[in-house]
């Protein structure tokens, strides 16, 4: 698959719908979220398939439980699915994440960016979203990509990652 994320170069420029929770508030507002709010702050996106499975429920408990050790080192954390306002609301609400889930729910964004591609499944054609995650510095360069992600442990290997980052100069 090629990806136009490249180590090194700017990150592509994003602003889509979201949701978000502030601390532990169980109302959940829309907003926008982006890139040029992101500025000057490092910033990890992850994307994955769809909420409520369980590969997705997984890599959100990860982050979800690591959301303070990167708000400790200066990295947003932010998600990018395919749902709905709607089904990631509920998804934010039931996990309790404290991070802005972003919705690219026709995949306008994911598909020009290569993250949606065509797979069987039973012998069938589905679209699937590339389970890939995103290291981004303050200056918007993206400085680490992870390309099929496995969802167990990939919470801690991010954040392993963003410590390292966090020692750069000029990173946040």
Known sequence: M??????????????????A???SDL???????SNQML???SFVLW?????????????AREFAALFNEFGQLGVEVVE????????????????GLLFPLMCDKNGVWL?????????????KPVTEVARTTFLVDGQGITRR?????????????VLDAARELARLPNSA
């Not at 109302?27 to 979220?33: D, G, I, N, S, T």
Request: include cysteine; aromatic fraction near 10%; hydrophobic fraction near 45%.
């Open 111 to 123: 598909c020009d960016h290569s993250l949606i591609f065509e797979a069987k499944m039973y012998g």
């Open 80 to 95: 990018l699915s395919r749902d709905s306002l709607a089904a990631a609301s509920k998804f934010s609400l039931t996990q």
């Open 2 to 19: 090629a990806f136009d994320f490249i180590v090194g170069e700017p990150f592509p420029v994003f602003e889509l719908p979201s949701v």
């Open 47 to 59: 994307v994955f398939p769809k909420a409520h499975t369980s590969g997705c429920t997984l890599e």
């Open 21 to 23: 929770r502030r601390d």
């Open 145 to 157: 990509v992870w390309e099929q992600v496995a969802p167990s442990g990939h919470g801690a290997l």
């Open 27 to 33: 109302a959940v507002v829309e907003c926008l979220v």
């Open 39 to 41: 500025r000057g702050k």
